[in-house]
């Protein structure tokens, strides 16, 4: 830990001497969870995704920024350390008396130079990260892992921000013999006080003999759609991507619409997937895990700093597999101690086609600063 820890700490301190000015940023998550089998037997698990970035400001236009990372691991079904997902399932969770996956190293996850030369535009140097198609849904929010069109993507390289559209070329991280150009631009059709439309295009393109993924591009489009009026908001997000897999399209559809009027809200998330080849692994050809999912959850603001919702979830990690769909539902308790803060208190219960169905409980915790 400590040799991870001390260049951080060596860095701060020479920011803070010669910078302008010094932000400091973080995404900290954790959560605690007990997973009960059939003969009610809990296995207590502990996760933890902890981001911190560092942005020296040379000057009003020049800044760096050092971003690291820790997360908690666990063994996979090949033997290997994997990092572990907040409140995801047993599967995926670290056990609470796993010292080594719990208590790891913060390390180095990128830096990057923006230079702002006139306003509106900027030039970058550095890890560039990009993805599309962000969910909502709750346990799909992490970009490294899930999206409906392209989950993070890392280059080494150079890029121009021009407004809020973003064009980037670099080295992928993953192997040596690539180089990837990608670019994205919103189109504001609507901007008004209560209401906004934006369109917002994005795709990549992978040049190499050894790319290191198996498509060497992908295209989609986001439709983010909101409305306000008196007690009343609305909105929709919509996406569609495609990219090929062994030389056949893979399509990719999300539509999350959103409604609330005074304390009562529900959110809606349906995502399918139309797969190359239904005989191939799903999660080969896409970014999640599953080719189908229906998520809905009504809930009532009982308080600026409270919120109650109950959650019903069908997955589907393969449409040519019968018996693999399982049903989820459970309640969630919002407390909202402060901005950017929330801790939920959660409970679940799945149904399932094949195997025991299973109950768990817990609490997580996430600030953004």
Known sequence: ?????????????????????????????????????????????????????????????????????????????????????????????????????RYTSFYFDGIQFRWEFT????????????NAGAFNYYYWRDTGRYAAIKRDETVRGVGMELGEGRVYIGAAENNI?????YGSYPFEILSKTDEHLVITPSADWAFGDDIGRSYTYFFGTEINYSKSKDLMNYGVMLAWGTHPYQGTGVHTFLLEPSFSYDFFNIGLTFFQALLADEKEPVEKQIFTDEQTLFAIEPSFSLHKKLA??????????????????????????????????????????????????????GISGQVQF
């Open 177 to 181: 013999s690539s180089l990837i150009v």
């Open 1 to 101: 830990m400590a040799k991870t820890i001390l260049p951080i700490t060596i860095l701060t301190a020479a920011a803070c001497l010669f910078a302008a000015d010094v932000e400091i940023n973080g995404d900290i998550q954790a959560d605690y969870a007990s997973y009960w089998d059939k003969d009610f037997s809990p296995t207590n698990a502990a996760n933890q995704d902890i981001g911190l970035s560092l942005t020296a400001y040379m000057d009003e236009n020049f800044s760096v920024t050092v971003n690291t990372l820790t997360r908690s691991t666990f063994i996979n079904k090949e033997g290997e350390r994997e990092d572990s997902e907040i409140r995801h399932g047993l599967a995926r969770a670290t056990a609470i008396d796993d010292s080594e996956g």
């Open 119 to 130: 306003p509106g535009a900027a030039f970058l140097f550095g890890d560039l990260t990009y």
């Open 308 to 361: 109650i919702g109950l959650a019903y979830e069908l997955h589907d990690p393969s449409n040519e597999i019968d018996d693999d769909t399982f049903h989820f539902i459970g309640p969630n308790i919002y407390f909202y101690p402060t901005a950017n803060a929330e801790l939920v208190f959660w409970g679940g219960y799945n149904k399932r086609h094949i195997g025991a169905n299973t109950v768990s409980f």
